[in-house]
C-alpha cells in the first residue's frame, strides 16, 4: 500500500487504469458553447459548411449537388470540397430540425473517434501508458478542442486520418485484408474531404509498408476517388462560375514568394506553439523527437510532421492565414508527446513528479486561457454585432428575395440571416452593379462600417466614402452597420 504522498502523487497524475479518461475530457471540453451559433473564429467557414447543410435538407439535393448561399439568383451549385460532413449534418437536420448543435455535435463524435484512435496508435508504438499521455494530449490542446467542435469538416478529416495511420501501423504488424480496407477508408476519406491528405497522409502510409502491393492500390483508389470528385466539383464551376478556390488566376492559395520570408515561418511556429501545443507542448515534442527510437516504425511520427508542412507550403496563402492547416501535426505530434512524458515519468524522483505535476496544470491552464480567450468568448451572440444584424435583416427584409452582401468574400452574414444574395467587395459596388442586381431581384445592400470580413477592418478612405454616397449616407455616420432598402 503506497504512502498519502504517493497516492496522492497518483490522483494528481492519472494514468492508464482510466482508459476512457482521455475521451471524457476531450468531450467535455468540447461541449462547451455547443449550442453557439456560426459567429467567432473562421465563422466565413463554418457559414459555407452550415449553409451546404442546411440548403441540403431545405432543397433536398444529391451529395454531389452542393450549394452555397452566395450564387445571386443562379442554382448555386459550386465547386467544393466532398461535402460528406454538410451532407452527413444535413441528414441530422431531416430527421431531427435545423438545430447547429446537431451539426457540432457530429463534430464533436468524429472528434472523440479521433481520440480513442491517437491513443491506440501510440499505445502500439510506445506502449499503453504513452499512447494514454498521447490521447490525452490530443483531448485537451486548444486546436483540436475548437475544430472538434466546430461547423467544419475538419473533425471528419482527423477522424479519417488518424483511421487510416492507426490501422496502416496495423497492417505493418499483422497484416489482414480488414486492416488494408478500414485503412484505405481512412485514405479514401481524408483525401476527398481536404486534397493535401493525398500527399501528408499517402506518405506516411507507404513509408509504414512501401513494399506491399496492396497498400499500393488503396493509394491509386484514393487518387482516382478525388481526381474524379474535383472533375465533377470544376464542372460545376463551369457552369456556375461559384468556387472555393481552389486553382486559376482568382485562387489566393498560392503565394510561393512567403515561403522565403523568415515571418512566414516564425508566425506559423509561434501559433501552433500556443495554440497547437500550449507553449509547454514544444520542448516536450523536440524531446520525444530526440529519444531513441523504440521501433523502426516509429519513424512515420517526424516524417509526418514533415509532410505537414510541406503539404502547407503547396498553399502558403492558404495554411499561413489558416490555422487548421496546422491540425494534422497533431496527429503526429501526440504520440510523441505522449512517448516524452512517459519517459519523464518514468526516469523522475518524487520531487521531479511534483514538478511534471505542476508542469502539466501550467499546461492545462494554457490550453483552457488559450480557448476562453481566442475561441470560445467570440461566440457570445449577446456580443457578437454581425449576429445582431442578422436578426435586423430578418425583420426588415424578404425572405424570398437575395441581398448584396458587402462582405467580400464573408458568407456568414448571409448564412446568420437566413439569406440568398451575392457577395460583393466595397471597390465593386457601383450604380452599374446596384441596378443590375436590383433588377434580377435585389432587396437591399447590408454591410458593416467597421469590417469588410468580419476579420478584415474597413479603413477610412475614398472607398468607404465612395460607398456611402451610392447608398444615400451621410459619410458622417458609417459606423456600426448598415442595411439599405433599394427602391
Known amino acids: ?62 451529395i454531389w449537388l452542393p450549394q452555397v448561399d452566395w450564387g445571386g439568383v443562379s442554382s448555386g451549385y459550386a465547386e467544393t470540397d466532398f461535402p460528406l460532413y454538410s451532407y452527413g449534418v444535413g441528414l441530422l437536420y431531416q430527421f431531427f430540425g435545423l438545430h447547429e448543435w446537431l451539426a457540432r455535435g457530429l463534430s464533436l463524435l468524429c472528434s472523440i473517434g479521433a481520440i480513442y484512435l491517437v491513443q491506440r496508435l501510440g499505445s502500439n508504438l510506445f506502449g499503453q501508458a504513452a499512447g494514454w499521455w498521447g490521447g490525452l494530449f490530443f483531448a485537451v490542446l486548444p486546436l483540436s478542442v475548437f475544430y472538434g467542435r466546430s ?4 473533425a471528419l478529416l482527423m477522424l479519417s486520418s488518424a483511421l487510416a495511420l492507426e490501422r496502416g501501423l496495423a497492417y505493418r504488424q499483422q497484416g489482414g485484408k480488414f486492416n488494408l480496407v478500414l485503412m484505405g477508408l481512412g485514405l479514401v476519406i481524408a483525401s476527398l474531404v481536404k486534397v493535401l491528405p493525398l500527399f501528408w497522409l499517402g506518405i506516411p502510409l507507404l513509408w509504414l509498408a512501401w513494399r506491399r502491393w496492396p497498400l499500393w492500390l488503396a493509394g491509386v483508389i484514393a487518387l482516382l476517388a478525388t481526381v474524379a470528385w474535383y472533375a465533377h466539383a470544376h464542372q460545376l464551376f463551369l457552369e456556375t462560375g461559384l468556387s472555393f478556390g481552389f486553382w486559376g488566376s482568382k485562387a489566393s492559395r498560392y503565394s510561393w514568394a512567403d515561403l522565403l520570408n523568415w515571418r512566414y515561418w516564425g508566425d506559423i511556429l509561434l501559433r501552433f506553439s500556443l495554440r497547437g501545443l500550449a507553449v509547454l507542448g514544444l520542448p516536450l515534442l523536440v524531446f520525444g ?67 511534471l505535476a505542476v508542469a502539466l496544470g501550467l499546461m492545462l491552464v494554457i490550453s483552457f486561457t488559450v480557448l476562453q480567450l481566442d475561441y470560445w468568448s467570440k461566440e457570445n451572440p ?66 458593416s462600417w467597421n469590417k469588410i470580413e468580419n476579420y478584415s477592418e474597413f479603413k477610412d478612405g475614398p472607398v468607404k466614402q465612395k460607398l456611402a454616397k451610392l447608398l444615400g449616407i451621410n459619410k458622417n455616420q458609417t459606423n456600426g452597420n448598415y442595411i439599405t432598402i433599394l427602391k
Open 151 to 154: 461547423v467544419q469538416p475538419e
Open 1 to 62: 500500500m503506497g504512502t498519502p504522498q504517493s497516492m496522492n502523487m497518483r490522483l494528481i497524475l492519472p494514468g492508464p487504469r482510466w482508459p476512457w479518461f482521455p475521451l471524457l475530457m476531450g468531450a467535455a471540453l468540447r461541449l462547451v458553447n455547443i449550442n453557439a451559433p456560426i459567429i467567432g473564429v473562421h465563422s466565413w467557414r463554418q457559414a459555407d459548411t452550415a449553409a451546404l447543410a442546411r440548403n441540403f435538407q431545405l432543397n433536398q439535393l444529391p
Open 382 to 447: 449577446n456580443k457578437s454585432d454581425i449576429w445582431a444584424q442578422a436578426q435586423q435583416i430578418k425583420i426588415t427584409t424578404p425572405k424570398n428575395k437575395p441581398l448584396i452582401s458587402v462582405t467580400a468574400g464573408d458568407p456568414t452574414l448571409l448564412y446568420l440571416s437566413e439569406r440568398k444574395g451575392w457577395l460583393v467587395t466595397p471597390e465593386a459596388v457601383n450604380d452599374e452593379l446596384l441596378g443590375a442586381l436590383k433588377k434580377e431581384g435585389a432587396s437591399a445592400v447590408v454591410g
Open 289 to 355: 523527437l530526440w529519444l531513441p527510437k523504440q521501433n523502426e516504425a516509429e519513424g512515420m511520427l517526424p516524417l509526418g510532421l514533415v509532410v505537414v508542412l510541406i503539404a502547407g507550403a503547396l498553399a502558403p496563402s492558404s495554411s499561413y492565414i489558416h490555422e487548421y492547416y496546422q491540425l494534422p501535426l497533431l496527429l503526429f505530434a501526440c504520440p510523441l508527446l505522449g512517448k516524452a512524458w512517459q519517459k519523464l515519468q518514468l526516469k523522475s524522483t518524487k520531487t521531479g513528479k511534483r514538478w
